[in-house]
C-alpha cells in the first residue's frame, strides 16, 4: 500500500509563489512514475506535471510551462511542485498520484492518490 500526504497549498496573491510537496511511504519509491494533477470547481481533474522515477524526464501541462516546475528527492520519498508566477486560473485542488508500474501516460494509470491541498490565488 502507497500513502501520499500533500501539503504546502494555501492563499497567495496574483503573481506569487507556493510550494506543493507530495510525501510518500513505499519501500521502492524511486522506481515510480509521480505526477501533480488539480481539479477545479466545477471542473474535471487535469494534468499539471509529471516526472519520471530518476528525475531525468519531465512534462508539463502547456498551461502551466515555464511557471511551475516538478522535481523529486527519493531519499527523502518527496516529490516538489513548484508554483511561480501564479494566476487565478490556478486556484483548484492539487494532487499527487503515483504510477507504481508505469509512464504515467494516462490518468487511469495512477493507483495511488493523496487527499489533496487547496491553491487559491487571489486577483
Known amino acids: 500500500q502507497v500513502q501520499l500526504v500533500e501539503s504546502g497549498g494555501g492563499l497567495v496573491q496574483a503573481g506569487g509563489s507556493l510550494r506543493l510537496s507530495c510525501a510518500t511511504s513505499g519501500r521502492t519509491f524511486s522506481s515510480y512514475t509521480m505526477g501533480w494533477f488539480r481539479q477545479a470547481p466545477g471542473k474535471e481533474r487535469e494534468f499539471v506535471a509529471r516526472?519520471?522515477?530518476?528525475?531525468?524526464?519531465?512534462f508539463y501541462d502547456d498551461s502551466v510551462k515555464g511557471r511551475f516546475t516538478i522535481s523529486r528527492d527519493n531519499a527523502k520519498n518527496t516529490v516538489y511542485l513548484q508554483m511561480n508566477s501564479l494566476k487565478p486560473e490556478d486556484t483548484a485542488v492539487y494532487y499527487c498520484?503515483?504510477?507504481?508500474?508505469?509512464?504515467?501516460?494516462?490518468?487511469?494509470?495512477?493507483?495511488?492518490w493523496g487527499q489533496g491541498t487547496q491553491v487559491t490565488v487571489s486577483s
Open positions: 498520484a503515483a504510477d507504481t508500474d508505469g509512464r504515467g501516460l494516462r490518468i487511469a494509470s495512477y493507483e495511488y
Open positions: 516526472i519520471t522515477w530518476s528525475g531525468g524526464g519531465t
